[in-house]
C-alpha cells in the first residue's frame, strides 16, 4: 500500500526534480506465433500484440492524469525474432521489421524492441543471415530497435560475431546517413544481457520470461541531484546514504505506476528498473550528480570512484522499494542525453578512455558514443571487444551503442533531438587492432564462471 505522503512526495519531484517514468514496457513472447510462413507469423505476432499491448497507451495517459507523473515513453519488447525466424529468406527478414515496425505505429508505441540475436557460441548461417539483414531492418523502420548478445560469464566471448558487427555498424551509419546515422542509436552490442531490460535499444522479452509481463523504467537524476546540493560539506558516507534515500523514494514511485499498470493491462508486473538515465535538460543529468558529490569536472580523477558509489548507492536504495527490481539498475551514462557528460566533451576533460573506465562501474557501458564517420569498422569491432571483457570479466552487463556519423569528423557537432540529445564527435585512438580483430573464434568464459 502507499500512503499520501509517498503520493505527495512523488508529486514533488515531479515539479522540482524532473522525475519521470522513463517507460512502461508491455513484453510478450512470440513462440506461439512461430510459423515456417512469414505472412502467417506476422499475422499471429499482430494479434498477439494488439492483445496485450493495444490499450498501453491510454493506460500511460491515464496514468500520467491521475498521479501527475509523466510517462515518457510507452514501448515493447519481443521474443528475439532471430529464434522464430530461422527458415525465412533476408527478404522474409525484412517485411518482419517492416511489420513490426507498422504495429508499433498503429498501437502509437514509441519504441518496439527485439530484432534482437544472442550468439554467445557458435556462429551459423541462419543467424548470420540475421544480423546482416539489421542495417537494411533499421534504415526502413522509425521505431523497430534491435541488440545483439556477444558474450557472457557463462560462455565466453565470440570475437566472430564482434569482428562482424564492426562492418554491420558502419553499414547502418551508411544507410541512415541523411540523418546523421540515427539507425545506430536502435542498435546495441551486449554482454551478460538481462531479460527483462525495459530500456530501449537493447529491450526484448526474454525465453524465461512469462507470456507476457509489464516493466517499468523509471529515472530521476534531478531528484539525486537536488538532494546532494543541500549537503554541501557532508562526508562520503552521508552523501552515500543520501543517495540510498532518495534511490528508494523514486524507486516506490516506480513501484506504484508498475501496479497500477499491470492491474489495468491485466498483465503480470516484472520488474521495476531504476536507472538515473539522464536527458539532455538542464539539472537532469548524471554528470551534474558526480560534480554535486565533488568533481570539478566529470572525466578527471575520481570520476570513476564517484560513479561507483552512485550506482552502487542507488542499487541498495532502490532494492527494497519494490517487489522486484531489475532489468539495468543503476545509473546510465549515455554521452549525447546527458547535457553534462556533453560539456565536459566540449571542454576536453571526458575522453573515450576515460569513459571505457567508468564503464567498469555504472549500470550499461559504451552509451551514446558518436565517433567520425571514416573509423575503420576494426576499430569499431575493437571497441566493442574490450567493453564486452569488462563485462565477461566482471561478471556485470555491459553494452556498446556508437555512431560513427557519416561525414562527420572530430569536433563537428551532432543533433538527434528529443531525448538522444546532441554531441561533439569524440576523438578515436586510431592505432589498428585488425590483426587481433581478424584472428576470430571465440575466448573461453573467465574461471570466475565456475565458481558455483
Known amino acids: 500500500m502507499f500512503t499520501s505522503q509517498e503520493i505527495i512526495e512523488t508529486i514533488n519531484m515531479v515539479k522540482q526534480s524532473n522525475l ?49 507523473l509523466p510517462i515518457v515513453n510507452r514501448r515493447v519488447a519481443l521474443t528475439p525474432i532471430s529464434l522464430l525466424t530461422f527458415s525465412y529468406s533476408y527478404e522474409d527478414l525484412i517485411e518482419v521489421a517492416l511489420a513490426i515496425d507498422e504495429i508499433a505505429k498503429e498501437l502509437e508505441v514509441d519504441l518496439i524492441g ?148 499491470s492491474k489495468k493491462l491485466q498483465i503480470p508486473a516484472g520488474i521495476v528498473d531504476l536507472s538515473l538515465a539522464p536527458t539532455p535538460k538542464v539539472g537532469d543529468s548524471i554528470a551534474e550528480i558526480l560534480e554535486e558529490i565533488g568533481l570539478e569536472k566529470v572525466g578527471g580523477y575520481g570520476t570513476t570512484f564517484a560513479l561507483a558509489l552512485l550506482n552502487d548507492a542507488v542499487k541498495k536504495g532502490g532494492a527494497m522499494a519494490a517487489t522486484f527490481t531489475g532489468g539495468l539498475s543503476g545509473a546510465f551514462i549515455p554521452v549525447s542525453e546527458d547535457s553534462g557528460m556533453v560539456r565536459a566533451v566540449e571542454a576536453g576533460t571526458l575522453s573515450l578512455e576515460k569513459l571505457e573506465a567508468m564503464t567498469s562501474v555504472c549500470s550499461v557501458g559504451l552509451d551514446m558514443i558518436v565517433v567520425p564517420g571514416d573509423v575503420e569498422a576494426e576499430v569499431i569491432s575493437a571497441m566493442i571487444a574490450d567493453e564486452i571483457a569488462i563485462g565477461v570479466y566482471n561478471n556485470k552487463t555491459t553494452a556498446v551503442r556508437v555512431i560513427p556519423a557519416y561525414g562527420k569528423k572530430e569536433g563537428d557537432e551532432v543533433n538527434f533531438g528529443g531525448l538522444l540529445g546532441r554531441s561533439k564527435v569524440m576523438s578515436v585512438n586510431r592505432s589498428s587492432p585488425k590483426r587481433l580483430i581478424e584472428r576470430g573464434g571465440r575466448v573461453p568464459p573467465p574461471i570466475i564462471s565456475l565458481r558455483n
Not at 24 to 35: A, E, P, Q, Y
Not at 61 to 66: G, L, R, S
Not at 188 to 207: C, E, I, K, L, Y
Open 114 to 261: 527485439g530484432y534482437s540475436a544472442a550468439v554467445h557460441k557458435s556462429y551459423d548461417e541462419n543467424t548470420k543471415k540475421f544480423i546482416s539483414s539489421i542495417p537494411d531492418a533499421l534504415a526502413s523502420t522509425d521505431r523497430l530497435c534491435s541488440s545483439v548478445d556477444v558474450g557472457t560469464t557463462r560462455a565466453g566471448i565470440n570475437l566472430d560475431v564482434i569482428a562482424h558487427l564492426g562492418f554491420i555498424i558502419k553499414d547502418i551509419a551508411q544507410k541512415t546517413k541523411d540523418k546523421d546515422s540515427f539507425g545506430c542509436a536502435r542498435f546495441v552490442v551486449f554482454a551478460n544481457a538481462p531479460d527483462d531490460n525495459p530500456f530501449m535499444a537493447g529491450a526484448f522479452h526474454g525465453t524465461g520470461e512469462g507470456d507476457s509481463a509489464i516493466n517499468v523504467g523509471i529515472s530521476g537524476p534531478g531528484v539525486v541531484k537536488r538532494a546532494l546540493e543541500e549537503k554541501k560539506y557532508a562526508s562520503i558516507d552521508e552523501i552515500y546514504e543520501t543517495i540510498k534515500k532518495m534511490a528508494f523514494k523514486i524507486t516506490r514511485a516506480g513501484q506504484l505506476v508498475l501496479q497500477y499498470a
Open 20 to 68: 519521470d517514468i522513463r517507460t512502461i514496457t508491455v513484453g510478450i513472447n512470440l513462440f506461439d506465433c512461430s510459423s515456417d510462413i512469414p505472412q502467417r507469423f506476422i499475422d499471429n505476432m499482430r494479434k498477439k500484440i494488439i492483445k496485450y499491448a493495444g490499450n498501453l497507451k491510454n493506460v500511460a495517459n491515464e496514468i500520467e492524469d491521475m498521479f501527475g
